[in-house]
């Protein structure tokens, strides 16, 4: 596959959610480029349709108008974990290694390697609910990643974590899509978040809900990246404040 | 200067662990209960004594244990009642329950399966479970027996038809109510229906379809007594119908508490089973 052929392309796409005779658009004429190894950061004021274009993306929506291009694996982790209670931590994730085919004899060594990868190893045996909140927000990451996707859908995944567990997580995916090279969606309301792991950001506009203007991130992205200066940097602090200023005269026009 | 007086910490004592405040508690409802029990016996008495109703219609509760104690031994070279223990009785009627209910589990869930994620099987079928479920036993046993006889396969027949609705109807409730965004994630990890069905919507209704098995086997309880309406000896219903043919009405007692106490038994058993097989009930 050549560099330039974009992993996600959606041209001209239209949501409509609710009966035809009085139907809600959610999203109008979006178009959207995601070339392999982006990381593309979509924020906007809420009901402005990030969580639909991303559930297009996934094919849990079908346009009304418009078409959608995906060309390579997806996985997805939505804003609340949504793991299987009947399964325990293990039984999770072995859940996606079955679905991707990876042998039973293999699942096991599989699981404690993605379990560590999201710094919970040891925790296979654990019943999901007893988990913290943060924690559960791991597992469906690992899960997510046991499919080995190419390209990951991350809808607001840390918008119900604390500030400490946030962090921590938003440093571990940064590396992750830096150390892997993985395509990356990512949804977020926080300016913050949007500088510190995008790549590119689409800034969008409700009413109905559109793409209105794109920012460039130029800030170093290598999986070594110290992201505790990266936020003290003064760079950081500019683009932060002309995204949250972009972001403002889109929800005010 | 202070205007609100301190007040010394009336908290309990540091050892004072829950599971130690829980023991007491125990005891105490089971003493309530006992209380309960020892209140309804002497009242039953009391009434007896005073002479209200006739004792053959209202024997005393020491005629009701001697019955009970008869029934359960073998007396005068004559064993329990109608040549069989009450023990006997009550295990070959729990025999078809479980047998009964057994069948319905496997043929209502997987009908109650269909029925919850199959629109036309749900158009078709529901109003026949619906139907089914409104039919009192007895409706049906004049037709059960004409069909199979009167021995073993009518008596099954019947508590098959009486539990399969109450768990193919909770089943069918339980698919529909499965969390919609469980199938949606299990979706994007690359599941097909088949599997969509079997590892998700199944186990996460589990616990509800269990709940259903369970009031199946409540039903079958209620039914058995019908169920054993003919020929029904060995079996407590057959008991309870022989002896209700004699106005032995002690036997008669004797056999609903049989009832009574063994279902109450039976029921905590399955409430324990649901505990340790679906321990997720009730988790997110
Ligand atoms: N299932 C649905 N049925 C009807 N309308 C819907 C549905 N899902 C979303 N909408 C509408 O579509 C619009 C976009 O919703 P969407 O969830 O994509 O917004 P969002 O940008 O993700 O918002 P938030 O930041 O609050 O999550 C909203 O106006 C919403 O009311
Ligand atoms: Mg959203």
Known sequence: ?253 | MTLVKETPPVAPPADAAPARRRRPAVLRWTALRLVALAVLLAAWQAIVAAGVWPRVLVPSPAEVWSAFVEASTVHDGVRGYSGYLLGEHLAVSLRRIGIGTGYAALTGIPLGLLIGVVKPVAVVLEPAVTFLRTLPPLAYLSLLVIWFGIDESPKIWLLVVAALPPIAAATAAAVRGVPGDLVEAARTLGSGPVTLLLSVRLPAALPEILTGVRIGLGVAYTSVVAAETVNGVPGIGGMIRDAQRYNQTDVVIAGIIAIGLSGILLDALFRGLERVTVPWRGRR
């Open chain 1, 1 to 253: 596959m050549s560099p330039a052929e974009p992993d996600i392309r959606l041209r001209d796409v239209t949501v409509r959610y609710g009966p035809p005779r009085n139907p809600v658009t959610a999203v109008a004429d979006a178009s959207l480029t995601v070339r392999p190894g982006e990381f593309v950061v979509l924020v906007g004021p809420s009901g402005c349709g990030k969580t639909t274009l991303l559930r297009l993306v996934a094919g849990l929506e079908q346009p009304a108008a418009g078409t959608v291009e995906v060309r390579r694996a997806t996985g997805v982790v939505f804003q609340t974990p949504r793991l299987f209670p009947w399964r325990t931590v293990g039984g999770n994730l072995s859940f996606a290694l079955a679905r991707n085919g990876v042998a039973r004899a293999e699942r096991p060594a599989r699981v404690a390697e993605l379990l560590s990868l999201v710094g919970l190893p040891g925790m296979a045996g654990r019943r999901t609910w007893e988990l913290s909140g943060g924690q559960q927000q791991r597992v469906a990451i690992a899960r997510a990643l046991a499919t080995e996707p190419q390209i990951l859908l991350m809808d607001e995944p840390f918008a119900a974590l604390d500030a400490f567990t946030r962090e921590r997580l938003q440093e571990e995916v940064r590396t992750l899509a830096a150390s892997t090279g993985t395509t990356v969606l990512f949804v977020t309301h926080s300016a913050e978040e949007a500088v510190l792991l995008g790549s590119r950001v689409l800034v969008m506009a409700a009413g109905p809900g559109r793409i209105v203007d794109e920012m460039t991130v130029p800030l170093p992205r290598a999986a070594a990246t110290d992201t505790a200066a990266l936020r003290g940097d003064p760079r950081f602090a500019a683009l932060r404040a002309e995204l949250a200023a972009v972001t403002r005269a889109a929800t005010a026009a």
